[in-house]
């Protein structure tokens, strides 16, 4: 198994910038497929982006495309997620996940590994 850590998370001014960190450990993160997902309180928890094994193949949903990159560093067993610009409805827990798969998947469900979130507050 793969254990997951997100860090980063803070609060933050709108139109301001925040970068996640997954680090895995037990696993070489780079053999997985990785997913950022948000949960805002009262909703569901929500796809935002994910990165297959080739860092070329990449994912976002539509309302961080633009905003949001997500990207591997090999060499720290890390998968990063740079937000920008963020707005106040960016407000959520984030999470990070990790499934064996081949291809990048967006469904929660589809996703075994978790880790234990990291909220990102954006205010007004």
């Known amino acids: 198994q793969v254990q997951l850590v997100e860090s980063g998370g803070g609060l933050v001014q709108a139109g301001g910038s925040l970068r996640l960190s997954c680090a895995a450990s037990?696993?070489?993160?780079?053999?997985?497929?990785v997913g950022w997902f948000r949960q805002a309180p009262g909703k569901e928890r929500e796809f935002v982006a994910a990165?297959?094994?080739?860092?070329?193949?990449?994912y976002y949903t539509d309302s961080v495309k633009g905003r949001f990159t997500i990207s591997r560093d090999n060499a720290k067993n890390t998968v990063a997620l740079q937000m920008n610009s963020l707005k106040p409805e960016d407000t959520a827990v984030y999470y990070c996940?990790?499934?064996?798969?081949?291809?990048?998947?967006?469904?929660?469900?589809?996703?075994?590994?978790w880790g234990q979130g990291t909220q990102v507050t954006v205010s007004s």
């Open positions: 990165i297959g094994w080739s860092v070329s193949r990449t």
């Open positions: 996940a990790a499934g064996s798969f081949p291809v990048v998947r967006v469904g929660v469900t589809e996703y075994g590994y």
């Open positions: 037990g696993r070489t993160l780079s053999s997985y497929t």
